[in-house]
C-alpha cells in the first residue's frame, strides 16, 4: 500500500534499487529519492536557459520566459500537487518557482504579464 501510494517518479527510481529488508528502509529510501528529485527540480528552475544568438525577441519579450521543465510529453506548466503547495508553504518557497526569499507575486522567474496559472 505504502509503495502505490508514491509519486510515479520515485516508484520508477525504486524498481532500479535492489529490494529493501524493511518498511522502515523502503520509507527511507522513497524519502531519499523524492528529496534528489526536488534537489534537482529547483537547480532545474534557476539554472538560466541559453538564448540563441540570432533570438530576436520576435514575441515581444526581451528575455525569454524561464519555467521549470515538465515531464516528457506534458505542454505547458504542470500544476502543484496540493502536497506540494503544502510543502513549499511549510518551508517558505515560492509557489511558483520553489525557491525561497519571495512569494509568487514577485518572483523573479515569472516574466511580468506572462504569469501561467
Avoid: W
Avoid at 520509507?27 to 534528489?36: C, G, H, N, P, Q
Avoid at 502543484?80 to 518557482?97: A, D, F, I, S, V
Amino acid at each position: 500500500a505504502f509503495i502505490e501510494a508514491l509519486n510515479d517518479r520515485v516508484k520508477n527510481q525504486l524498481a532500479l534499487c535492489p529490494e529493501p529488508k524493511s518498511l522502515a528502509e523502503l520509507i527511507r529510501l522513497a524519502m531519499s529519492i523524492d528529496k534528489r528529485h526536488r534537489e534537482m527540480r529547483r537547480v532545474e528552475l534557476v539554472t538560466p536557459l541559453p538564448v540563441p544568438e540570432h533570438y530576436s525577441g520576435a514575441r515581444g519579450r526581451s528575455t525569454p520566459e524561464l519555467l521549470p521543465k515538465d515531464e516528457p510529453m506534458q505542454m505547458g506548466r504542470a500544476k502543484l500537487t496540493q502536497e506540494e503547495k503544502e510543502h513549499r508553504r511549510k518551508m517558505g518557497l515560492c509557489l511558483y518557482c520553489g525557491i525561497a526569499g519571495h512569494v509568487v507575486n514577485n518572483c523573479p522567474s515569472l516574466v511580468k504579464g506572462h504569469a501561467h496559472r
